[in-house]
């Protein structure tokens, strides 16, 4: 199985309407990090969160991190067109060697006018 | 430039070719990756280098084959592939390698590489 993993795989929602995706790990999170990726793009960087309990906000995006669920949440406040993408979470899940980031398979999200 | 650059954007190859992907960072960091994106899959890690020194090969083909002659300048060269090894091929640089922590990566555009 995953060691991360998202939820839901795709998302289609109507402009203006909320919507959340989950990222729950299997391992302990030493941090979680969200990206957004466009079809056949790099990864831009979206927020980082370190600390249990940690909430951070960006214009219409909230993040938040339950580090005793392994869970990190991705809440997006009355979509736009330009929210569409490919949502990535990316976990350190360990301090052994070079740590890089584990990540999830991604959300696609559709924006509907 | 700015950020993390990548050429060339699209490559088609066939499984007897030759070929190298390139990226520059004009970010001044120390580390290097390279990461494959495939179809339905997580964004693998493939190596990493820092300070011009491979420091980790996540079981990697002998098909591919990195270098980094500078901080600035990372390739991945390519030969004999297969057709499963289309993708998406991201590079990324953070300060350091993260030897037990963890350094924030800056991503590339992404080389998107077909074989035929």
């Known amino acids: 199985s995953q060691e991360l993993e998202q939820s839901p795989q795709s998302l289609i929602v109507q402009e203006g309407k909320n919507l959340t995706i989950n990222c729950t790990s299997s391992?302990?999170?030493?941090?979680l990090y969200w990206y957004k990726q466009k079809y056949g793009e790099g990864l831009i960087f979206l927020m980082m969160?370190?600390?249990?309990?940690e909430e951070k906000s960006h214009e219409k995006i909230t993040a938040k991190l339950d580090e005793k669920k392994q869970q990190s949440s991705l809440h997006i406040t009355a979509s736009q067109p330009s929210h569409a993408g490919i949502y990535l979470c990316?976990?350190?899940?360990?301090?052994?060697?070079?740590?890089?980031?584990?990540f999830g398979k991604g959300t696609m999200l559709l924006v509907s006018p | 430039e700015t950020g993390v650059t990548q050429t060339p954007r699209h490559l088609v190859m066939g499984m007897t070719n030759k070929k190298s992907l390139k990226c520059e960072q004009h970010?001044?960091?120390?580390?290097m990756y390279w990461y494959k994106q495939s179809a339905k899959k997580p964004l693998e890690l493939m190596f990493v280098?820092?300070?011009?020194?491979?420091?980790e090969n996540n079981s990697v083909p002998s098909r591919f084959s990195p270098e980094c002659p500078n901080s600035s300048h990372l390739f991945l060269h390519l030969h004999t592939l297969q057709p499963e090894d289309s993708a998406l091929y991201l590079c990324?640089?953070?300060?350091?390698?993260?030897?037990?922590?963890?350094?924030?990566?800056?991503f590339g555009p992404g080389t998107r590489l077909t074989v035929l």
């Open positions: 391992k302990t999170l030493y941090g």
């Open positions: 970010l001044g960091h120390n580390a």
């Open positions: 990324a640089s953070s300060q350091e390698a993260g030897l037990r922590s963890y350094n924030e990566q800056f």
């Open positions: 969160l370190q600390k249990g309990g």
């Open positions: 990316g976990a350190v899940l360990a301090f052994s060697g070079y740590s890089t980031l584990t």
């Open positions: 280098y820092s300070l011009e020194e491979r420091v």
